[in-house]
C-alpha cells in the first residue's frame, strides 16, 4: 500500500528550503544548457573551420581513385548547413547567456550568505525578501532575453526563388 506523500508550502518558505529548491536547482539547469550550447557550438564550429580549409585543397588537388572536386562539393554543403544552422539556433548566444546567468545567481547567493554588497546595508528582517526578489528579476530577465533571441533576432523567410534567407532585424 503506497502512503501518498502531501507537500504543503507555506507563505513563508526558509532560507534553507529556497537556495535548495530554487537556487540550486536553476544554478544546475543553467549549467547544463551552457555546456550543451557550448560543446554545440565549439563542434559545429571546428566542423567549419576544418573542413572549409580543406575544400580549396581538395579543389586543387588531383587523384584518380577519388573525386576531389565532389568531395569538395560535399564539405561545402556541410559547411554550409553547419553555419546556417549555427546562425538559426544560435548556440554561442544561448551559451553564454546561460553562463551568465549561472555565474549571476551563484554570485548573488555568494553576496547573500555572506551578508556582503547590497545585503549588508540592509536591515535583517527584509534581506531574504529582497534577496528572494533579486533573484526572481533575474530569471525573469534570462527567459525574456532567452524569449526575445529565439523570436525576434531571426527572421526566416522564403524568398521568390524558393530560398530560405535569415536576417537580423
Known amino acids: ?13 526558509d532560507v534553507q528550503a529556497y537556495f535548495d529548491e530554487r537556487i540550486k536547482n536553476k544554478i544546475n ?12 557550438y565549439l563542434s559545429s564550429s571546428s566542423i567549419s573551420i576544418i573542413f572549409s580549409t580543406l575544400i580549396p585543397i581538395l579543389i586543387n588537388l588531383k587523384y584518380d581513385k577519388v573525386d576531389t572536386t565532389l568531395v569538395a562539393t560535399i564539405l561545402s554543403l556541410i559547411v554550409a548547413i553547419t553555419v546556417g544552422l549555427q546562425e538559426l539556433f544560435q548556440p554561442k548566444e544561448h551559451w553564454r547567456n546561460y553562463d551568465k546567468i549561472s555565474a549571476t545567481l551563484r554570485r548573488e547567493e555568494m553576496l547573500f550568505s555572506t551578508n556582503s554588497g547590497i545585503y549588508s546595508e540592509v536591515d535583517s528582517n527584509d534581506k531574504f525578501n529582497l534577496f528572494v ?8 530577465r534570462e527567459r525574456e532575453e532567452t524569449i526575445t533571441m529565439r523570436t525576434d533576432e531571426n527572421n526566416i523567410n522564403l524568398n521568390d526563388k524558393g ?3 535569415i536576417s537580423n532585424e
Open 1 to 13: 500500500m503506497e502512503e501518498k506523500v502531501e507537500r504543503k508550502f507555506s507563505s513563508h518558505r
Open 133 to 140: 526578489s533579486r533573484i526572481e528579476d533575474f530569471i525573469s
Open 163 to 165: 530560398q530560405i534567407t
Open 29 to 40: 539547469i543553467y549549467e547544463k544548457l551552457a555546456k550543451k550550447h557550448k560543446s554545440y
